[in-house]
């Protein structure tokens, strides 16, 4: 059954669902929010897509899509649990909220986000690493804020670790 206000409802809920990497590891007191990941995400996105002619809607799509299954989920750090038990849940969590969606729609976005999982494309992988960009970005931020260097540093090399992209490393690297 379609319900698309349902749908919106649980995307919602990403604007109050919290970064728990930010709090539990840096103890930020303003800490930002998945949806406030996803846009900045969204963003970067759109410009590096169109600046290497990639297929911007496709990326816009799946940075949009990428955490969504945390409006239900939440946000887990790594270790809390194992790569099997995130992606199950996530999984399950995606089939609910794409089922709220039109046939047409929940299809065509389902293959979207299998493709940002499984990295299928040049443009999950582009969007992966955005994603990993983002969050050095957001390390950058609370550096200037005064947190320290020495417990951001993770973020910075997490981020290094997964970016290969030539331009993105250059923004990664003008950082710090």
């Known amino acids: 059954m379609v319900d698309l206000l349902g749908f919106f409802e649980i995307a919602n809920k990403l604007k109050w669902t919290e970064r728990n990497g930010w709090i539990a590891k840096i103890k930020v007191k303003e800490h930002e929010s998945v949806a406030g990941h996803s846009y900045l995400t969204a963003l970067i996105c759109m410009v590096i897509a169109e600046q290497k002619g990639l297929n911007t809607n496709k990326v816009l799509k799946m940075a949009l899509l990428h955490d969504l299954a945390e409006s239900i989920t939440g946000d887990y750090m790594p270790s809390e649990l194992t790569k099997k038990t995130k992606n199950d849940k996530e999984v399950k969590a995606m089939k609910n909220i794409l089922g709220k969606l039109p046939p ?24 992966h690493q955005i994603d990993r960009l983002e969050m050095a970005l957001q390390a950058n931020d609370y550096l200037k804020k005064g947190y320290s260097h020495q417990l951001l540093e993770q973020f910075f090399l997490s981020a290094r670790a997964g970016i290969r992209d030539k331009e993105l490393l250059k923004i990664l690297n003008s950082l710090k």
């Open 104 to 127: 047409n729609i929940r299809i065509s976005y389902s293959r979207l986000w299998k493709d940002y999982k499984d990295m299928s494309s040049k443009e999950a992988k582009l969007v």
